[in-house]
């Protein structure tokens, strides 16, 4: 009998962590995938050659199917010999106490005594919306209102396939506090090519140390933002009081209440 | 046929009518304006085709030379007749003598405007001979190889390299798929010209160009035969070029093209008078060719909430409707766009996408209704997603929808990999072959909530319109009653490729392709 199934209150070794289905470190994973082979015993044998490769124990493969032009897709099921320490994680994120709508608007007005202003699109050749809208519109995403529905806060949404020279004039324009960029589309690293862009432009034009620059997106992590040299990356499952809440309290943090205008 | 909504056919007609008035007030500002692309559109048809030494398409060189000399408003129809009967050279070597800078169109002697016509018109006719050999090729496909059932397997591809795409296609129609759409990459819809060659580099998809249209048209034939089913190609006629591809697409027999009335103005910003003067063009030459269009009222979807914004969706149908009358397409070609993208956590989300879609089947019984997957509220969670479509499928099959976009269990993740097209044909065919029948089989209850959804929002759309046609089409949209989205009248791009006609211009293709010339 195995070490772990001798006691179901085993106690977990945060320093060791591996993969749980039923039992603890029973190691159970599963993944899916395609290799170019034809369907068939081999196919099957190279997929769990390939998983086995990858560290896993008595790879099954559930399910094979023939994807009919030499292509055979895979479900396997097994167990992750590997472990790791969790005690020693250490992850980047936005570090900031996250307010409510109604909090950002109190919190700008005693703080700031002016109204925070913020431009955003989504820029380059991205063509989605969604993640700009989600933030900035009145309407915002999954009940959460956009910055148009903040008190104190005056949100300027440029849309998409916005040039970033423009979302920059933009920002002069309204003298922003925050530049916020949307990209969805990644398809071979176009949008760190977008962002890198952008982060060089708000830079040749001498402002980058009198503003926020913040990117956001399905595949956008704080961590990458920072690589970029943005302030900030909005993620999955981030809303406009993340947003909201990160820039009111860095204007605060660097004494913006009174800064000159960009122009 | 009874309706299963109880729908008021009174309120089905004003909301028609009320469409009807719209498009006619437009047609009379279409019928005096023409476009740089409406033109460019006219040389491509006319065999005008390859770039000049700094990649620029030849049918822009020509009209941009014309346009520089004041000569747009007559029509690139007559300039090329004229130069046709003083040079004796055919519309191909004339734009090429234009690009190498030996021949200035507008300064040659000129003839009337019969005359050119006349003179033009050997080529018009070679044009549309071309054009009708195509579609008889698809009847000729269609009576030998047979077709899938509907509602038909709509899949993407969009690898960015039309050679990847081909292999993708080609496994997508052996596991079922009936059309392949090949994804553009993004921001050619506001590019003003069409992009030359095959590619191999695009983000987010290929170029919608014509040698990438015929690089698939011929791989889809070879799997179609293998397989012993037609395979339909769909790209997309929208953008700043949206007549030029509908021609391409004629010309390379493209089955279906993605192709709206008003997409353009409210979602990519091009200038409400381009946008609705290269629709009429567009969608003339895709009712001429037997193409099935597919509006975009599935965006509206996205932009705006499902739930709250379902009534502008049967009314962008309403208008997209009767705009296609006028450019004479058949009902079986409208490809009315709707979508499933209620937040999935709204109580009887269902019932409601179930009254949108047997809806939109009542109003328009002979469409071939294009029905839109989830994709807002697709999260990365593969296994919530897989169900999510499942439940999309289900209504599709239930009110018998005819191009169903299969929904993709990684959307909001990547763009399809093999085996989310694979896994997602499946889950289709499961569901329209366990639920076949089910909407025969099904009545719903009288006053019950799909009733009553049904008939609010078709009630709502009927006053929506009524209040576009007071105001006009383009004041409405400079309100942001459509998507949620405000377009000024002069604002956006591609105003500066507007122009009036003069009264000796002429299209020659429109009355042809509108009377089903050869």
């Known amino acids: 009998m195995s070490e772990a199934a001798k006691t179901a209150t085993a106690q977990v070794d945060l320093t060791k962590v591996k993969p749980y289905g039923d039992t603890l470190n029973d190691g159970m994973m599963e993944t899916m995938f395609t290799l170019p082979v034809p369907y068939g015993e081999e196919a099957n044998e190279a997929a769990r050659q390939l998983v086995k490769k990858m560290g896993w124990e008595e790879p099954n493969v559930t399910y094979s199917h023939d994807m009919g032009n030499g292509y055979t897709f895979f479900v396997v099921y097994g167990k992750c010999q590997h472990t790791v320490d969790f005690t ?114 708000v830079e040749a034009e001498g402002i980058r140390d009198k503003i926020l620059l913040c990117c956001g997106g399905p595949r956008i992590s704080h961590e990458l933002a920072q690589e970029l040299g943005y302030d900030a990356g909005f993620g999955p499952h981030t809303y406009a009081e993340h947003v909201m809440s990160y820039i009111a309290t860095e204007i605060v943090k660097r004494g913006w209440q009174k800064r000159p205008p960009l122009k | 046929m009874k309706s299963k909504l109880n729908l008021d056919p009174k309120v089905v007609e004003s909301a028609r009518n009320h469409a009807r008035n719209i498009a006619h007030d437009m047609q009379d500002f279409i ?252 969608r003339v030459i895709i009712g001429y060719c037997g193409i099935i269009f597919n509006s975009g009222e599935d965006n509206y979807l996205t932009t705006d909430d499902a739930y709250e914004a379902a009534h502008t969706v049967t009314a962008s149908q309403f208008i997209n409707e009767q705009f296609a009358v006028l450019a004479n397409i058949q009902e079986w ?71 169903q976009l299969l929904g993709m269990l990684t959307e909001a993740v990547h763009t399809p990999h093999m085996q989310d097209r694979y896994l997602s044909i499946e889950n289709a065919n499961y569901i329209f072959n366990n639920c076949r029948d089910l909407g025969e089989e099904v009545e719903f209850k009288e006053g019950g909530i799909i009733q009553q959804r049904a008939q609010t929002v078709l009630a709502k759309a009927d006053a929506l319109l009524a209040e576009v046609e007071k105001e006009g089409l383009f004041s409405t949209i400079e309100q942001g009653k459509f998507g949620g989205v405000k377009r000024p009248r002069d604002g956006g791009k591609g105003l500066e490729g507007v122009c009036v006609k003069d009264d000796q211009y002429f299209n020659p293709f429109i009355p042809l392709m509108l009377g089903g010339a050869e």
């Open chain 2, 31 to 282: 019928d005096r304006h023409t476009t740089v692309s409406t033109e460019r559109t006219i040389l491509r048809l006319l065999g005008v085709d390859g770039i000049d030494d700094v990649e620029t398409p030849l049918p822009n060189v020509v009209v941009d030379h014309i346009k520089d000399a004041g000569g747009l408003p007559r029509g690139v129809a007559y300039w090329i007749g004229n130069a046709m009967i003083q040079t004796g050279l055919q519309p191909q070597e004339l734009a090429e003598k234009v690009a190498a800078g030996e021949l200035d169109l507008t300064k040659l002697p000129t003839a009337t405007a019969k005359e050119a016509e006349e003179a033009i018109m050997p080529a018009v006719h070679e044009a549309l001979h071309k054009i009708k050999a195509q579609t008889k090729k698809r009847e000729e496909y269609l009576a030998r190889l047979g077709e899938g059932r509907k509602p038909y397997l709509y899949v993407i591809v969009a690898t960015g390299n039309i050679y990847e795409d081909v292999i993708q296609a080609q496994a997508a129609a052996r596991q079922g798929a009936d059309i392949i759409a090949v994804i553009r990459s993004t921001a050619q819809s506001l590019l003003d010209h069409v992009p030359y060659g095959p590619t191999t580099e695009g983000f987010g998809g290929t170029w919608a160009t014509q040698e990438n249209f015929r690089i698939m048209r011929k791989a889809l034939d070879e799997v179609g035969e293998e397989i012993g089913k037609y395979i339909r190609l769909c790209n997309y006629s929208s953008g700043m070029c949206m007549p030029e591809i509908a021609a391409m697409g004629a010309l390379e027999r493209l089955d279906v093209m993605l192709n709206d009335a008003i997409y353009g103005i409210l979602f990519r910003d091009i200038n409400m008078q381009r946008t609705i003067v290269d629709q009429f063009m567009s």
């Open chain 2, 333 to 403: 070609q409208m490809g009315l766009g709707h979508a499933f993208e209620m937040d999935p956590d709204i109580e009887n989300g269902f019932l409601y996408e179930l009254a949108q879609a047997v809806m939109a089947r009542e109003i328009f019984p002979n469409a071939s209704l294009k029905y839109m997957p989830p994709t807002k509220f697709m999260t990365g969670n593969i296994y919530k997603g897989h169900i999510q479509d499942a439940l999309f499928n289900l209504v599709a099959v239930w009110s018998g929808q005819s191009l």
């Open chain 1, 88 to 201: 020693q994680i250490k992850v980047v994120k936005v570090d900031v106490e996250v307010m409510d709508r109604v909090e950002c608007g109190e919190y700008i007005a005693e703080n700031i005594g002016r109204p925070v202003v913020v431009v955003g699109a989504s820029t380059g050749s991205d063509a989605h919306t969604v993640g700009i809208d989600a933030i900035i519109n009145m309407k915002g995403f999954h009940g959460h209102f956009g910055l148009e529905r903040f008190k104190n806060v005056e949100a300027y949404n440029l849309g998409s396939q916005v040039p970033n020279e423009e979302l920059i004039a933009k920002a002069k324009e309204v003298n922003a506090d925050a530049i916020l960029v949307s990209q969805t589309v990644t398809q071979k690293d176009i949008h760190i090519i977008n962002l890198t862009n952008m982060a060089e432009l």
